[in-house]
């Protein structure tokens, strides 16, 4: 499978526990973005980087997101400190330059 | 900001029925997106429009961009209970889609009944 991949697909924490997410884009492509859906509701953006560079962060990403694609393959988004408004599915896409974004399976985090 | 708006928000139909999703934006479109999600999973990409006037077909799934690009809509022709999921617009908030930053659409719930 030569997908976008995302892990863990859901994850239950607890109130104050950090949490961390993985993803995998597609191979060849340089940009990666991180979204977030809640029922409801489509996607809203996050984050995205273009190879190792974060270029764009949303203000829906507060002090305690941080997200990381050190080597400009996978990415990593770390929620600290978790509240139950975090709960959400977050979703991964992928693209080669500004063409189509392909998404990832997501990750959907319940906090307790 | 750019807002997208989705009517309808649901629609039950019978299978074999053709059926249309609208799209509207507060803003010209640069790149208007449809995308289809299964219930808890990930989005899945149907069509790319860019050009005012543009049509794309894929198998049962036509899309259109209006002259104005400010609406697209996705027309299903013979609905099949494979077609049944969440469709989604997106737009690219950059001009020319220079950031290819995409915001979307609330989504329409589709069922299709055998």
């Known amino acids: 499978d030569t997908g976008v991949s995302q892990d863990p697909r859901h994850k239950i924490t607890k109130r104050g526990q950090n949490v961390t997410f993985r993803c995998d884009p597609i191979?060849?492509?340089?940009?990666l973005y991180w979204y977030r859906q809640t029922l409801g509701q489509g996607p809203e953006f996050l984050t995205y980087f273009q190879n190792e560079a974060q270029l764009e962060k949303s203000r829906l990403l507060s002090d305690r997101f941080s997200a990381e694609r050190p080597k400009g393959s996978f990415s990593t988004l770390e929620i600290q400190r978790t509240e139950q408004g975090d709960s959400a599915m977050y979703l991964c896409?992928?693209?080669f330059g500004i063409g189509t974004q392909y998404f990832g399976p997501g990750t959907r985090l319940l906090v307790l | 900001s750019q807002e997208l708006e989705q009517s309808p928000q649901s629609l039950i139909v019978q299978e074999g029925k053709n059926l249309t999703i609208n799209c509207t934006s507060s803003?010209?479109?640069?790149?208007l997106y449809w995308y289809k999600q299964k219930y808890g999973e990930g989005l899945i990409f149907l069509m790319m429009l860019q050009k005012g006037g543009e049509e794309k077909s894929h198998e049962k799934i036509t899309a259109k961009l209006d002259e104005k690009k400010q609406q697209s809509s996705l027309h299903i022709t013979a609905s099949q209970p494979s077609h049944a999921g969440i469709y989604l617009c997106g737009a690219d908030e950059g001009r020319g889609g220079a950031t290819n930053k995409l915001i979307f659409g609330t989504g329409t719930l589709l069922a299709v009944q055998p």
């Open positions: 896409a992928s693209s």
């Open positions: 803003k010209t479109l640069y790149g």
């Open positions: 191979s060849e492509h340089n940009r």
